[in-house]
Nanobody, 123 residues
């Protein structure tokens, strides 16, 4: 069973930095990871894309975080990171790790989600 566990959230002042990690377990030679990403959800708002990275290393960011956030992967450790710099109060949200993949034996592509980690940007 694929499981994702986020860590690294917390309280930071505006202009500060945080690094989130997402550790994936239950992945082996029987599984194909298509892409991984970070999403966030603020109170009263819909979940939104923060960053994605494909199996070939291509990245994508919305304009709201471009130039401030950097997504990366360590395939050997099955871990994904999100380096967040120049944080703003509007970045406050629960951040979720996402993995899109499928078992080699079946053509079904699935989304997997972590439990989320809180990021609060406030003075």
């Amino acid at each position: 069973q694929v499981q994702l566990v986020e860590s690294g959230g917390g309280l930071v002042q505006p202009g500060g930095s945080l690094r989130l990690s997402c550790a994936a377990s239950g992945i082996g030679s029987w599984f194909v990871t298509i892409s991984m990403g970070w999403y966030r959800q603020a109170p009263g708002k819909q979940r939104e894309l923060v960053a994605t990275i494909t199996s070939t290393g291509n990245t994508n960011y919305p304009d709201s975080v471009k130039g401030r956030f950097t997504i990366s992967r360590d395939n050997a450790k099955n871990t994904m990171y999100l380096q967040m710099n120049s944080l703003k109060p509007e970045d406050t949200a629960v951040y979720y790790c996402n993995l899109v993949g499928s078992k080699i034996a079946t053509p079904l592509i699935r989304d997997y989600w972590g439990q989320g980690t809180q990021v609060t940007v406030s003075s």
